[in-house]
């Protein structure tokens, strides 16, 4: 399973990225507004860092706004995915975008048959909102595992990005349901390490380490 980070904080994709854990960047108007950046300066950066799909969010409602939007931020670099919301207009936007060539990135899918509308329109990635379905009391993850079903049963090539990520757990159910990526904020991966079994093996080795009065260096 590929790992994207959702943030637009440079200093968290970095330091993910320099541990080989960063396969690509999700971002969205919230989190651009989060970064306090300009949303074209803080996508170039992300792209020159990163060499794998960084998605950048359209604003517009209406197709052909969505189309000259995605336009232009796919001109940023060639690794952009332009995300279109999973609407109507979005689905005809992501038909032409794809058409000319660009990634596109599906987004706000919450149900099976948003997200075979996306294939269909050829989407290169969907992206399910598990924690939001969790908000609601619908098992998010049984979405992941319902769209796997389907895009296999017809061997869609659209990848399920797994997203609204809110924990590890989150995480490794969606490795074993098989979806291809999940995004998730920069505090979930690292969370991914943590175990307390570990915490407590550690501090009994370093105790007794500590009786050895040996040093290593
Ligand atoms: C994904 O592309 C979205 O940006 C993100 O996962 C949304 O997560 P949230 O529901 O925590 O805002």
């Known amino acids: 399973m590929k790992f994207f980070v959702d943030t637009a904080e440079i200093d968290q994709i970095k ?11 999700t971002t969205n108007p919230s989190l ?12 170039k950066e992300i792209c020159s860092i990163v060499s794998g799909p960084v998605s950048a969010e359209v604003v517009a409602l209406k197709a052909d706004d969505m189309i000259a939007e995605g336009r232009k931020l796919a001109a940023i670099a060639p690794n952009i995915a332009v995300k279109v919301p999973l609407t109507w207009d979005g689905l005809k936007a992501c038909k ?6 660009m990634m596109v990135n599906v987004t706000l899918c919450f149900s099976a048959n948003q997200a075979l509308l996306a ?10 909102f598990i924690g939001r379905l969790d908000d609601i009391n619908i098992d998010g993850l049984d979405l992941i595992a319902d769209i796997r079903t389907i ?4 061997g869609f090539e659209t990848q399920i990005l797994a997203a609204s990520i809110r924990s590890a757990n989150h995480m490794s159910e969606c490795a074993k349901i098989g979806a291809d990526v999940a995004t998730a904020p920069a505090a979930v991966i690292k969370a ?9 093996g550690l501090e ?14």
């Open 15 to 25: 330091e993910l990225n320099d541990l080989g854990m960063v396969d690509g960047v």
């Open 119 to 128: 294939a269909k329109a050829g989407a290169t990635f969907i992206s399910p």
């Open 192 to 200: 991914m390490a943590n175990h307390v079994l570990t915490d407590k």
């Open 32 to 43: 651009i507004l989060k970064s306090g950046r300009d949303i074209l300066e803080v996508t």
């Open 151 to 154: 895009y296999d049963n017809y």
């Open 96 to 101: 032409v975008l794809t058409g000319e060539g």
């Open 204 to 217: 009994g080795f370093m105790k007794d380490w500590a009786k050895t009065g040996q040093k290593i260096i």
